[in-house]
């Protein structure tokens, strides 16, 4: 087990209800939620991913209803067809 010192601090009651709330949440101590926090946040960032053609990908709508009976009528073929 890893050593551990005790550190006291001042912060705003309004945030210790919140690091309180979200200990809860994650069924952890308010000790343990602290620490992750502060490890996290320590982290070298990460790289995002590059876009050497500087485009942008959008998100494309969801399939509509008629569009997915389409789908799995093809699909349904596909799988008649392996057989």
Do not use: C
Not at 38 to 54: K, R
């Amino acid at each position: 087990m890893t050593d551990t010192v005790n550190l006291t601090i001042k912060i705003d009651p309004a945030l210790k209800e919140q690091i309180k709330q979200l200990a809860l949440e994650n069924e952890i101590s308010m000790s343990q939620e602290i620490v992750q926090r502060l490890q996290e946040s320590l982290l070298p960032p990460t790289a995002a991913a590059v876009d050497n053609q500087d485009t942008a990908e959008s998100a494309s709508n969801a399939f509509s209803a008629d569009e997915v009976k389409q789908l799995r009528a093809l699909l349904k073929k596909q799988g008649k067809k392996k057989k």
